[in-house]
């Protein structure tokens, strides 16, 4: 593999190639779905926390779907101009929570477990034990705290040195 000595390295990068292409091919199953319903994945994420769990913060639903504050007040602006959530205002105003309204609970009531059926589709091709074989490494890959996370330098070179400017 050209600039790459090393074959741990190697071995990363087919890995990862195989882990983008994987997750694209799942989500290219769930996805039509999703727009037919007039949603992205990342508004399904957010109706779907809370409906499970209830009103919570912007903050905490950006935690839960991975998504950036800019984008999560953008996502949650969209679902409630559809009439899909309301933001209620706590007494603490510096948290606005949000919450499902009447037509948001059935929306995804609707959607997400034919959703979730599409999702399961995907991983028909392993047994149970290789579905929880590879639940627990993706956990381990995805929460290795010891990992160094690449910055870059003024140079717009990557270091993995967590000094690096």
């Known amino acids: 593999m050209f600039g790459v000595d090393s074959p741990a390295v190697e071995a990363a990068l087919r890995a990862y190639v195989k882990l983008v292409r994987a997750a694209r091919a799942v989500s290219d199953r769930a996805e039509p779905r999703l727009a037919a319903a007039g949603l992205t994945a990342t508004q399904l994420g957010v109706l779907e926390a809370v409906l499970h769990l209830g009103p919570l913060s912007q903050r905490d639903l950006g935690h839960k779907v991975l998504t950036s504050p800019g984008n999560m007040t953008d996502v949650v602006d969209k679902l409630a101009a559809r009439g899909l959530v309301r933001r209620l205002c706590p007494a603490d105003r510096r948290s606005r929570l949000v919450e499902l ?5 059935k929306l995804i009531e609707q959607v997400f477990p034919p959703h979730a059926a599409d999702i399961a589709a995907s991983f028909a091709a392993l047994t149970a034990d290789e579905l929880a074989t590879l639940d627990a490494l993706l ?5 290795d705290p010891a990992a160094p996370r690449p910055t870059c330098t003024g140079n717009h070179s990557i270091s993995n040195d967590r000094r690096a400017p």
């Open 139 to 143: 956990r381990k890959l995805g929460l």
């Open 101 to 105: 309204t009447d037509a948001g609970r």
